[in-house]
């Protein structure tokens, strides 16, 4: 599975921005797919999952409520869509998809990994 992140940019803080992953290879309703960030000096986080249906979802306690993860399995893409950005948020956000059976939270459970795409929310 090929994996590709984007939809990051700059914006202010309370500003929105929605991260996109879109999948080739196998098919990607066969994958949990979830997000992660790694801010500057800080070890890479994780922060929102979706199960292979789509039916289960989890997110990081500090995003709760402001990102939501979904995903479409016939345009094999996993959207996030995050709300009231704050500076804190800023980070290299990365895309990975997992065989796991539920939802998949520890980058070493990951079995693909996208490139990172930027997101800074500026104060």
């Known amino acids: 599975v090929q994996l590709q992140a984007s939809g990051g940019g700059l914006v202010q803080a309370g500003g929105s921005l929605r991260l996109s992953c879109a999948a080739s290879?196998?098919?990607?309703?066969?994958?949990?797919t979830s997000w992660f960030r790694q801010a500057p000096g800080k070890e890479r986080e994780f922060v929102a999952s979706i199960s292979r249906s789509g039916k289960s979802t989890y997110y990081v306690d500090s995003v709760k409520g402001r990102f939501t993860i979904s995903r479409d399995n016939a345009k094999n893409t996993v959207n996030l869509q995050m709300n009231s950005l704050e500076p804190e948020d800023t980070a290299v956000y990365y895309c990975?998809?997992?065989?796991?059976?539920?939802?998949?939270?520890?980058?070493?459970?990951?079995?693909?990994w996208g490139k990172g795409t930027q997101v800074t929310v500026s104060s």
């Open positions: 990975a998809a997992s065989q796991s059976l539920g939802i998949a939270t520890k980058a070493e459970s990951m079995d693909y």
């Open positions: 290879g196998r098919a990607f309703s066969g994958y949990a």
